[in-house]
């Protein structure tokens, strides 16, 4: 039983570590061929590790190509998004913890909202923002980012699980509404949090259509948008491609690791601590 018990965990180890390697290897290889001169990247046979490792392709991104423009207005666009958080995070905890006239009615429209592609409401709001001379503006592409329905109604369930007698005792004790959230809801929420925070991290982080539509001035344009200015009609620099790739994708590791904890205590949240 034990050599039978010591051949699966073996089984399931090796099974693991080959899935691993093989979900992993083009994100290795992508860091590693950014490191290469455009003529290594092409050759045949590939080289895995850079013979002659350089960094002249992250130089020429951020000196000849804008990416340090296109790297700010990602970060705004990602700072307003965090906030569009915070707002949403705190309709969320009104649906789930407030009662007011019309709350289901004003619920469902939300979920109604879910079930529509972004793609249908993309025209109707350019039109509006066009009306209010919002085109062609940072503002014009941040606003529409601000409010989202699924992070609405993901809170909204998570709020449901807080017992109401906690929020209460908080009240009795002089506590104000802006203390509550803050200071209670805010800690306790730490599980669904996270995971909205890496969710909306990379929805704001990767954003392409919505700038590429809103904005015509190249200094609006964000990562993704000048990422995909890299591939030309007729010539591609793979090495630039793998260099901004990677810009691409680092932070996203970087934010996922960090809040990687507080998922995991998600599965596991059962009450409250």
């Known amino acids: 039983m034990q050599l039978k018990n010591n051949f699966e ?50 130089i020429e991104l951020f ?14 666009i990602v700072f ?44 109707p709001t350019y039109l509006i923002l066009n009306e209010m ?33 906690l929020i209460e005792a908080a009240r009795l004790d002089g506590a104000g509404e802006f203390y509550i959230f803050l200071r209670l809801i805010i800690p306790l929420s730490k ?7 890496i ?8 954003s392409f259509l919505w700038p590429l539509i809103i904005a015509n001035d190249e200094s609006l344009y964000t990562l993704s948008v000048g990422l995909s200015l890299l591939q030309d009609q007729h010539t591609t620099n793979y090495g630039l491609q793998m260099a901004g790739s990677a810009i691409m994708v680092i932070p996203i590791l970087i934010v996922f690791t960090v809040f990687q904890k507080h998922i995991i205590e998600g599965f596991n949240v059962s009450g409250i601590k």
């Open 9 to 58: 965990k073996a089984l399931v180890t090796i099974v693991l570590f080959v899935g691993s390697a093989l979900v992993a290897l083009p994100f290795i290889w992508m860091i590693l061929s950014s490191f290469k001169n455009s003529n290594e990247v092409l050759r045949i046979p590939p080289t895995i590790l850079p013979e002659s490792p350089t960094i002249q392709n992250f």
């Open 63 to 76: 000196q000849n190509l804008n990416f340090d423009v296109y790297l700010m207005n990602t970060l705004i």
């Open 80 to 123: 307003w998004s965090m906030f569009g958080l915070l707002l949403n995070t705190m309709a969320g905890y009104g649906f789930g913890k407030f009662q007011f006239r019309g709350k289901e009615i004003w619920f469902i429209i939300v979920l109604i909202t879910m079930m529509l592609p972004g793609q249908i409401t993309m025209i």
């Open 133 to 165: 001379g919002l085109t062609n503006t940072m503002s014009g592409i941040v606003l529409p980012g601000l409010i989202a329905a699924f992070n609405i109604f993901l809170i909204r369930q998570f709020m449901t699980t807080i017992p109401d007698d």
């Open 191 to 197: 599980p669904i949090l996270a995971v909205q925070v």
């Open 199 to 206: 969710l909306t991290f990379i929805g704001a982080w990767n």
